[in-house]
């Protein structure tokens, strides 16, 4: 039987902040930006969250919402040690695993569980295994695909466990909101709601010709599918490095294309010296901008070899400004440097002919 938990950290960044600095434990707790600009808030605190704060909302509106919150900034340094950690005491307990970001992943139970009552069992043992490897919680969900355990795992934050038997996942899944199905962003989700599909059980039952019309092609029968329990992904194991970047959101908009080109080769050097710093290279480089209006746009380029230096990066991440400029002109609210595709670095042997 497949079984398959997903593995969420909870509230990450700021448990991270609360660990390094107990006092905040106390305080409604806000990791994000100057909220007297425009930063945007990165993660907040259970404390914070109950004044309706969010990630992804600007840092100015959490203060409204809560005076009192404190704000720290991100320290992206200290939240991959801890990451480092938490995956390395997962891979004690479970070692098949799928890594989607720094605070969350897959975990393939199928060949140390025979049925749910043990993974169950399992499953609480990697939360221990975090728990005494960083003091950190986490929540899992356990079914036998990736969009039933991801969603559940979900159900109980923080720190909770909630396991989807084989044959339930359908109506497990049928009471939540149609935009809690990964995979169904604003655009679906406003179709269905229009069209009166406000719930994931509503969304499995709609037949072929109503899918076609609300949700045409692939995209709809996959929704669909996953709306069923039905999610056919298989672990991948090769996702061990997840991609890396850094942004910048300016104090006012900028359209000085060499103060834009200076911005990105900065964030190149510093992405480049964390490659070196880890012994890795990245074959893929992607900017992000993002326009006064909040439309984003991104670019990217896949090299047929790793690189790590950062002029190389910086050229690459100017190009693809100017490529996204070309597309769309006009002065830019953010612009940020990725890369991604990131594997140990090779160096080439000169062999003297």
Known sequence: MRIVAHLDLDAFFAAVEELENPALRRVPLVVGGDPRGRGVVATANYEARRFGIHSAMSCAEALRRCPQ?????????????????????????????????????????????RDFLEARRVAEAVQAAVRGATSLSCSLGVATCKVVAKVASDRRKPGGLTVVPAGREALFLAPFEVRK????????????????????????????????????????????DRARGIDPRELEESVERISVSTEETFERDVDDPAVLHAELRRMAARLA?????????????????????FAIRSRSTTLGAGIDDAETIGDIACSLLDRALRDRPGPLRLVGVGVSNIEPFRQLALTAQ
Do not use: C, N
């Open 273 to 293: 010296e964390h490659l070196r710093g880890r012994g890795e290279a990245a074959r893929t480089v992607t900017t992000k901008v993002r326009y006064p209006d």
């Open 69 to 113: 919150a404190v704000f720290v900034t991100p320290r992206h340094s200290v939240y991959r040690r801890y990451s480092q950690a938490v995956w390395e005491a997962v891979r004690e307990v479970a070692p098949m695993v799928e890594r989607t970001g720094l605070d969350e992943g897959y975990l393939d139970l199928s060949e140390i569980a």
């Open 181 to 224: 199905l990964p995979g169904v962003g604003p655009k679906a989700e406003e179709r269905l709601r229009v069209a009166g599909i406000t719930t994931i059980g509503e969304l499995a039952a709609l037949d072929d010709a109503r899918l076609r019309s609300l949700l045409p092609g692939k995209v709809g029968q996959m929704l669909r």
